[in-house]
């Protein structure tokens, strides 16, 4: 057996204390490095946290943690008016992700981060997160791509392409993600109801599960909204279909049958039936009553040719064609000619 002399076991032991304080230094050193700009932040010193997190951006190994650090850095730096080293790392940040909501986020905010106070910053999100939709690894996520878009657009009260990008994310919404869809609801109902379409509005805040909805604001406002709605749904519901009868008993008797037996068309073929016999049934009872115009009876007489002219007030509700309506059947519906 070999000994190890008396001064080499010294020196080891000596060599093994050194090993251990550089071990020692090691570990306070990843310690305070990432701990230490969380000390700061409770400080408000948001750029030396900024810059010491940016530090602790190198120790990391995995890229998502990485990229996490990166993007927290990114925003200290923007909460310290730092723009240019916030779009930095919000660029890295993106470059490093593995999580595509956080490659969009980040690249919003590097566009947010550019100083342009102009108003094409906007369409630069736009385009933007236009463009992260058309990419493979976006396809399950588009339903947030667009409701992001959608939200900008509100900010600058673009109701129109707001109403356009929220359809798309109810459109490409799976149901593996039921709290996107009725997030994407909401904001489609206060889009409608700021336009304002309160029927619509209706029938967009009935599709929301106010358990989805985190915020207690979003909550109440749903609740306070459609409780109004459904009163106001009913009553232009009923104004629509007076309306239209109305219209209907204006019409000359040639042109009323044609509307008729049009719009009787339209609803069987809505329903799925075959076309039928569209001419004017007549009750065998009424037949037999000997009213004018109708068995042989004298000259047909246009029975509304009488009533008392009616005032119709011209509103803003828009008059469709015979529609299905949500979860009932089709309705009567007719435009002025």
């Given at each position: 057996m070999r000994f190890i002399p008396i001064q080499s076991r010294k020196s080891g032991q000596v060599w093994l204390k050194v090993l251990i304080i550089i071990l020692t230094v090691i570990s306070i050193y990843f310690l305070v490095t990432k701990a230490f700009p969380k000390l700061i932040y409770t400080e408000k010193n948001y750029d030396s946290a900024a810059f010491h997190l940016s530090k602790a951006t190198d120790l990391d190994?995995?890229?998502?943690s990485?990229?996490?650090?990166?993007?927290?850095?990114?925003?200290l730096y923007m909460m310290s008016d730092s723009n240019e080293d916030a779009k930095k790392y919000f660029a890295l940040a993106a470059q490093h992700t593995?999580?595509?909501?956080?490659?969009?986020?980040?690249d919003l905010n590097e566009i947010n981060a550019s100083g342009d106070s102009s108003s094409n910053i906007i369409d630069k999100?736009?385009?933007?997160?236009?463009?992260?939709?058309?990419?493979?690894?976006?396809?399950?996520?588009?339903?947030?791509?667009?409701?992001?878009?959608?939200?900008?657009?509100?900010?600058?009260?673009?109701?129109?392409?707001?109403?356009?990008?929220?359809?798309?994310?109810?459109?490409y919404n799976t149901m593996d993600n039921p709290v996107q869809r009725s997030i994407s609801f909401m904001a489609l109902g206060d889009v409608l109801y700021e336009k304002p379409d309160y029927i619509e509005a209706k029938n967009a805040y009935?599709?929301?599960?106010?358990?989805?909805?985190?915020?207690?604001?979003?909550?109440?406002?749903?609740?306070t909204r459609l409780t109004a709605l459904q009163i106001i749904a009913s009553n232009l519901d009923v104004i629509h279909d007076e309306d239209s009868v109305?219209?209907?008993?204006?019409?000359?008797?040639?042109?009323?049958?044609?509307?008729?037996?049009?719009?009787?068309?339209?609803?069987?073929?809505?329903?799925g039936l075959k076309d039928a016999d569209t001419s004017v049934f007549i009750n065998p009872a009424v037949q037999a009553s000997g009213i004018p115009g109708i068995n042989g009876g004298a000259a047909t007489t246009d029975l509304f040719a009488g009533a008392p002219s009616i005032s119709i007030a011209r509103r803003s509700?828009?008059?469709?064609q015979p529609t299905a309506g949500a979860g009932?059947?089709?309705?009567?519906s007719i435009r002025p000619s």
């Open positions: 190994d995995d890229r998502q990485k990229a996490r650090r990166e993007y927290l850095t990114a925003q593995t999580d595509p909501v956080m490659e969009i986020y980040a999100k736009i385009a933007s997160l236009l463009h992260l939709a058309q990419k493979d690894k976006f396809v399950g996520y588009r339903d947030l791509i667009y409701y992001t878009a959608a939200q900008i657009e509100m900010e600058r009260k673009n109701y129109d392409d707001a109403y356009t990008y929220l359809k798309k994310s109810i459109k009935d599709s929301v599960d106010a358990g989805s909805l985190k915020d207690s604001i979003d909550q109440q406002r749903l609740t109305q219209l209907i008993a204006r019409m000359p008797e040639a042109q009323r049958i044609a509307f008729i037996k049009k719009t009787v068309r339209q609803l069987r073929k809505a329903q509700i828009p008059a469709a009932g059947p089709p309705r009567l």
